[in-house]
């Protein structure tokens, strides 16, 4: 797999593990998982920033 694979997969998982954080949010109403989905979208954006400024 080439770099840009590989980052595209780590986003997808990041993406991924908000959705089910989500999930469980609407399931318990418990903010902390709704807070856990937001970090888990900082990082996915955070690695999609990092990639523009390599190119």
Same mark, same amino acid.
């Given at each position: 797999?080439?770099? @840009?694979? !590989? *980052?595209?997969? @780590? !986003? /997808? +998982? %990041?993406?991924?593990?908000?959705? %089910?954080?989500?999930? /469980?949010?609407?399931? *318990? =109403?418990?903010? /902390?998982?709704?807070? @856990? $989905?937001? $970090?888990? %979208?900082?990082? $996915?954006?955070? =690695?999609?920033? %990092?990639?523009?400024?390599? +190119?």
């Amino acid at each position: 797999m080439n770099n @840009k694979e !590989t *980052s595209i997969k @780590k !986003t /997808d +998982e %990041l993406v991924n593990r908000a959705q %089910l954080a989500i999930n /469980d949010w609407q399931c *318990s =109403g418990d903010m /902390d998982y709704l807070e @856990k $989905a937001v $970090a888990y %979208l900082c990082a $996915a954006l955070k =690695g999609e920033r %990092l990639k523009e400024i390599e +190119e």
